[in-house]
């Protein structure tokens, strides 16, 4: 199975950048549909971002734009470039696999994911 490693998160002002990278090992990225998802305090997990197997996208209605989800298979890495970044973005943002296709209408919903890793701070004010 793979396992996954989120880096990038920090504390930035409104209206500036991060990118967030999710690495993984032990499999390739290829083999997976891939997700960043992320999660306040006493919320429930939401999803941000979906990359399937095939390459199509999904999205959640709050990235407008402003989130680009994207791939590096030789450093087998996951990445989400957020601009434009507001202070209700701040969460842990996690990074999720599931092996194989999903369908698009279950991309950002978490229970379809089984590999998570441990997530990442984002801090916007």
């Known amino acids: 199975h793979v396992q996954l490693v989120e880096s990038g998160g920090g504390s930035v002002q409104a209206g500036g950048s991060l990118k967030l990278s999710c690495t993984a090992s032990g499999d390739t990225v290829n083999a997976y549909s891939m997700a960043w998802f992320r999660q306040e305090p006493a919320a429930d997990r939401e999803g941000v971002y979906a990359l399937a197997t095939d390459g199509t996208v999904n999205y959640a209605t709050f990235v407008k734009g402003r989130f680009t989800i994207s791939k590096d298979v030789a450093k087998n890495t996951l990445y989400l470039q957020m601009n434009g970044l507001k202070p209700d973005d701040t969460a842990v943002y996690y990074c999720?696999?599931?092996?194989?296709?999903?369908?698009?209408?279950?991309?950002?919903?978490?229970?379809?994911?089984?590999?998570w890793g441990q997530g990442t701070q984002v801090t916007v004010s």
């Open positions: 999720a696999a599931s092996r194989g296709w999903i369908s698009p209408e279950f991309r950002l919903r978490a229970p379809w994911y089984d590999r």
